[in-house]
Every structure is written in C-alpha cells, then in structure tokens.
C-alpha cells in the first residue's frame, strides 16, 4: 500500500515527527530518532547548537541533515517579531533551509499559543519564502485562517506542551481535520502509545511529540512503542472502524449451520 506522507511537496514514509530536546545527551537523542523511525525533526533554535556556537557538540553531527529533514522551531518565543528572527537565523545556519515549525507562546506556565501572534508570524514568514508548519489552538476557524495565510500544516495541540494529557478534546480535532485541506499534525500533548494512535485513527497525518519519548524511563523503548502505534493508528483509519452499536448485541460468529443442543444430543 501506498501511503506516504507528503509535506510541502515533499514525501515521507514516517509520519511520526519527534523532537531532539530533554535528552540525556545527542547519542540517546540519535539511538532515540532511530528508534522511532522518523525523518523528520524538530530543533529547538533557542536552546540546541546547529552551528551557532562552534566550540560546543553540535546536533547536526549526532542527526546529519543528509539523513533526516530537520524542522528548526520557535520554541521559546513570545512574539511575532522574535519568531522570525529566530527562524531567519535557522535558514543562514542551515543553508537556507525553508522548512520551519512556528510556535509563538501565550505565556511561560501554560505554553499554549498566542493565536494573534501566530497570524501575524505566519503572514511575515510566507511572505519571506518559509515553507510554515504551525503550531496553533484546535480551533477550525483560526486552522481555516492559518491555511489562506499559506501554511503548509497544521498543527493543533492535542494538550498543554508536556503535559502528556492526551488529546483531551478529540472533537475539535476532527473538525481541524474537516476545516482544511492540509496535513494535520497533532502537536504536544501525547503521553503514551495509545494517545498517538488515537491521534492516527481520528484522520490525522502525523504526530509531533518530545516530551512523551524524552522523559520516558526508557526513551529509546517508548521510541520503538510510538513508531508501532502511529503506524497501527493509521491502517486503522485507512481500514475503517465498525460502526459503534448500542443495545444491538449480535454474535460475532455466523448462527447459520451450527449443531444446536438437541441435535447433538440425539447423534
């Protein structure tokens, strides 16, 4: 079957996107990528060394750019004005690289995003040539707004930024999923396995996560666990689910052609 993952007019065979921050050092965060089989990761400018500071250990050398697309975000930005600086600072350090996640928070304790922000980022950054993957609010509406302003994908949060609440609100997902005609990323909030194939099987493209891995007692495990469960996920989806019965019991099994009771007797 043929199902790829396409992004930007780029195609990928994972759909699992994870984050390279919270490890214990780069070769757990790469013994974790691998096990998890993404392609794609997300890189916290603010906070990780792609470059920027040439006398300490770089990412780039743990996770080359040859072998997996890398996402730079705005982790840890406020404001418009400083997600685009920050992001053009990610393209000059990585060659000009135009595949970026925009993330403008609310506030420090919550993390949720500052959707006024995010627009306003998101106008500026299309305009300068970025490919804008964004993270945003599980609203149709402003997931309507962000698509006409020319992202790439959408990307609602499914709870707080490393809460590993799950998604707590499945309903307006789906109506994310309804409102464009983009990839859908869940983005933070997954704990486990199963809140990852929920994710899959409500329709979504993909699923972001960090925290959910990284802070795992056993990273690289939880890795191999959410590569089994978005692929799990997703055939779900695409094999269609029964529909739910209530009060309309019937047997799994055919009743035609049984030996009842009496007639076994009778043998």
Not at 13 to 39: H, M
Not at 86 to 98: F, K, S, V, Y
Not at 122 to 132: E, H, N, S
Not at 177 to 193: K, M, Q, R
Request: one cysteine or more; charged letters at 20%; hydrophobic letters at 45%.
């Amino acid at each position: 079957m043929n199902d790829e993952f396409v992004v930007a007019g780029k195609s990928f065979s994972s759909r699992l996107l994870i984050g390279t921050g919270k490890y214990r050092d780069f070769a757990q965060t790469r013994a974790a990528v691998e096990a998890s089989g993404a392609e794609i990761v997300t890189v916290a400018i603010r906070r990780t060394n792609i470059g920027q500071n040439p006398n300490e250990p770089s990412l780039l050398e743990a996770l080359p750019p040859s072998k997996f697309t890398y996402l730079p975000n705005t982790a840890g930005c406020y404001s418009a004005e400083d997600a685009v600086r920050t992001l053009r600072l990610a393209r000059e350090l990585l060659d000009g690289h135009d595949l970026v996640k925009l993330e403008v928070l609310g506030d420090a304790h919550t993390l949720y995003p500052n959707m006024p922000e995010t627009l306003q980022a998101t106008a500026q950054l299309v305009k300068d040539g970025f490919k804008v993957m964004v993270y945003c609010s599980d609203d149709p509406f402003q997931a309507k707004m962000l698509q006409d302003l020319g992202c790439v994908a959408i990307m609602p949060l499914a709870s707080l930024i490393g809460s590993g609440m799950g998604i707590l609100n499945p309903w307006n997902v789906q109506l994310v999923i309804d409102a464009v005609d983009l990839p859908v990323i869940v983005d933070a909030g997954v704990g486990t396995a199963s809140d990852a194939a929920i994710a899959m099987e409500l329709g979504c493209d993909g699923v972001l996560m960090n925290t959910a891995v990284a802070a795992a007692k056993d990273p690289v495990l939880m890795a191999r666990a959410m590569k089994k469960a978005v692929e799990a996920g997703r055939e779900a989806f695409l094999a269609g689910r029964m529909a739910k019965k209530l009060y309309s019991a019937a047997p799994s099994s055919p009743a035609e052609g049984t030996i009842s009771p009496s007639r076994s007797k009778a043998a």
